[in-house]
T-cell receptor, first 114, second 111 residues
């Protein structure tokens, strides 16, 4: 069965600092991987996705993620964090076909301090 | 263009009652998925509807059922509510198997 581990429940960074959120997945075949962001009172918004091809994927809001098959990881990065990035971030893995039966991680809550 | 809408926003029920949550998909979308997000957890897939049929189902008991109407809107029904059913229920719509767009959710509290 597919699963996702986000080892950091809560991360605090200073505004302007770089950010890396960790994600490890378990899936028997080539995974379909996603990062979503959820702001308070909002639904989930897709930041980026990896289906195949280039292992470094670019997303919205200046985020990127790198797929490393050997490490079963799909870490999210941003070079310079803005206060508006404070939110909860979810890594997810989907069954073949992409957006089907998506399994989410527990989430990482990002706090940004001035 | 309205995105995915859900109603009601909040709901309070007591144990044993039944509840119906509603979802209107984004314009042009024909597929609706439902997720349960308990406090401090990630969303968990309940089921997905396409062409008015349940296409996929997650690991949820039969107390959770759904329906999709000809206009693609959907309902999630939960019978015999338990305290553990308290959660944010998210609806996501898509055009078949393409990218899902999520609604803001319905917060269900079971007392």
């Amino acid at each position: 069965a597919q699963s996702v581990t986000q080892p950091d429940i809560h991360i605090t960074v200073s505004e302007g600092a770089s950010l890396e959120l960790r994600c490890n997945y378990s899936y028997g075949a080539t995974p379909y991987l996603f990062w979503y962001v959820q702001s308070p009172g909002q639904g989930l918004q897709l930041l980026l996705k990896y289906f195949s091809g280039d292992t470094l994927v670019q997303g919205i809001k200046g985020f990127e993620a790198e797929f490393k098959r050997s490490q079963s990881s799909f870490n999210l990065r941003k070079p310079s964090v803005h206060w508006s990035d404070a939110a909860e971030y979810f890594c997810a893995v989907g069954a073949p076909g992409g957006y089907q039966k998506v399994t989410f991680g527990i989430g990482t809550k990002l706090q940004v301090i001035p | 263009d309205a995105g995915v809408t859900q109603s009601p926003t909040h709901l309070i029920k007591t144990r044993g009652q039944q509840v119906t949550l509603r979802c209107s998909p984004k314009s042009g979308h024909d597929t609706v998925s439902w997720y349960q997000q308990a406090l401090g957890q990630g969303p968990q897939f309940i089921f997905q509807y396409y062409e008015e049929e349940e296409r996929q189902r997650g690991n949820f008991p039969d107390r959770f059922s759904g329906h999709q109407f000809p206009n693609y809107s959907s309902e999630l029904n939960v019978n015999a509510l338990l305290l553990g059913d308290s959660a944010l229920y998210l609806c996501a719509s898509s055009f078949n198997r393409d990218e899902q767009f999520f609604g803001p959710g319905t917060r269900l509290t079971v007392l």
